[in-house]
């Protein structure tokens, strides 16, 4: 079986040299409602780079209207309303990357998303207010930013909602900002505030119409209410199900995105950026058989093929940025060769160089066969990957086409972000 998918990656794969190989996937993308732009680790800079100039190219040629990410909406939406002039006070990307305090830092704060910043910041101002780029945060985490932000905005247009928002934050305020006491109490001892932050929701979702201006307030309101009531729930399973917990994040990062969809009233076209577990299609993984979800196949559910095109990135070897422990410092570590009999092995094997591979009604049967597919996280260990770094996978069935990498190099984090993060208890591709 190795000989046959070496053979076959000989024979399909595109080069990759320069930035105008990734042409080869612009017909295929065509003009897909979604593309889906993965990575099987959150420290690698030329994935950060390879994602952006195809992010480029999507958006200059295909017109291409939002990008969403695996971030926070609330730190997100700063950089939102950088790049398109409502931000008044920030002089550069670098000072809007500072809203990013959440543990793990480094997965937006970092040098190669500056340039991508000013850049979407430069095209916007070309652009009337309905063609301007969008940069939105679709994950669950911030709870306690979410409400603050939802209060704050409340408050300074005077709204009736505002007294249900108070009272939800006064539900967390024992908990003290912590996810997992939160978690263990309302999961143990039924003490939570599950009716609070539904009641909350349903109240600004009836409403949704009144906050509607020209800064996106009302989508702004509407899922940060939506993050609190299915951050609630996230916190409160993870302690008894982590299976669920990760499909409650999942869904939740697919609710935002339509969300955003129904706000532009299914007139934007999404470019999305997160691991290749959120990404490649659950089913064509071990995650299927375990009930788990995610992104990449609940998006093909709902919106078919013919509207999704789903690419992964991969690499042999390098270094790369993580941490050896949940919520401690970051660092530059060496990623070493891909195991033997890996996906990555083979596209190293086939030739050691950068290359494209589109999969295709001529190559899908080849290429769908269980095989071990990297994943590094936030926390890494190196000597240990082989023991839980490569997830069974049917390459063919679980992504459109796969950017390979043969040798990179560590991402860059902002000077200054060590030693600021706040830490979520929870774990994260």
Not at 383 to 398: A, Q
């Amino acid at each position: 079986m190795e000989k046959k998918f070496i053979q076959a990656i000989q024979s399909f794969a595109h080069p990759l040299n320069d930035l105008r190989d990734l042409d080869v996937l612009l017909k295929g993308i065509n003009n897909k409602k979604f593309v889906l732009l993965g990575e099987s680790s959150h420290g690698t800079s030329e994935f950060y780079h390879l994602r952006t100039e195809l992010s480029k190219k999507l958006i200059l040629e295909k017109g291409y209207t939002f990008l969403a990410v695996e971030g926070d909406w609330p730190s997100c939406q700063k950089v939102n309303e950088y790049i398109k002039g409502w931000d008044l006070k920030s002089n550069h990307a670098r000072d809007v990357l500072q809203a990013f305090s959440r543990w793990p830092t480094w997965m937006w704060a970092n040098e190669e998303m500056v340039e991508f910043i000013e850049w979407l910041k430069a095209y916007n101002q070309r652009q009337p207010l309905e063609r301007k780029v969008g940069f939105y945060g679709i994950d669950v985490y911030s709870l306690w930013e979410s409400l603050d932000e939802i209060v704050n905005y409340l408050e300074e247009t005077n709204s009736p909602e505002v007294e249900a928002a108070r009272k939800t934050i006064a539900c967390f305020e024992p908990f003290n900002r912590q996810p997992e006491k939160y978690g263990v109490s309302a999961a143990f001892y039924s003490d939570g505030c599950q009716d609070e932050v539904i009641k909350l929701l349903t109240d600004i979702s009836l409403k949704r119409n009144i906050y509607l201006d020209n800064e996106e307030s009302g989508l702004n309101l509407e899922v940060n209410a939506l993050i609190t009531a299915n951050a609630e729930s996230h916190y409160r399973t993870m302690i008894t199900d982590d299976k669920e917990s990760w499909n409650i994040r999942d869904r939740h990062m697919v609710e935002t995105l339509n969300r955003i969809m129904m706000f532009f009233r299914n007139q934007a076209k999404g470019i999305i950026w997160e691991h290749n577990t959120h990404v490649g299609d659950a089913r064509a993984t071990d995650m299927g058989d375990e009930g788990i979800v995610n992104v990449g196949q609940l998006l093909r559910e709902q919106e078919g093929d013919e509207n999704l095109y789903i690419i992964g990135f991969g690499t042999h070897r390098g270094s790369v940025i993580a941490a050896d422990q949940w919520g401690k410092n970051f660092k530059q570590m060496m990623a070493p060769p891909a195991q033997a009999g890996s996906w990555e092995d083979l596209m190293h094997r086939a030739n050691a160089k950068n290359k494209i591979l589109l999969f295709n009604n001529e190559n899908r049967h080849v290429f769908n066969h269980p095989i071990g597919h990297r994943a590094i996280g936030v926390v890494y260990n190196p000597l240990y990957e082989h023991l839980g770094n490569y997830v069974p996978s049917k390459m063919s069935e679980r992504y459109d086409a796969f950017i390979y990498i043969n040798n990179t190099n560590a991402l860059h984090p902002l000077v200054g972000q060590r030693d600021r993060n706040r830490v979520p208890a929870e774990n994260q591709q």
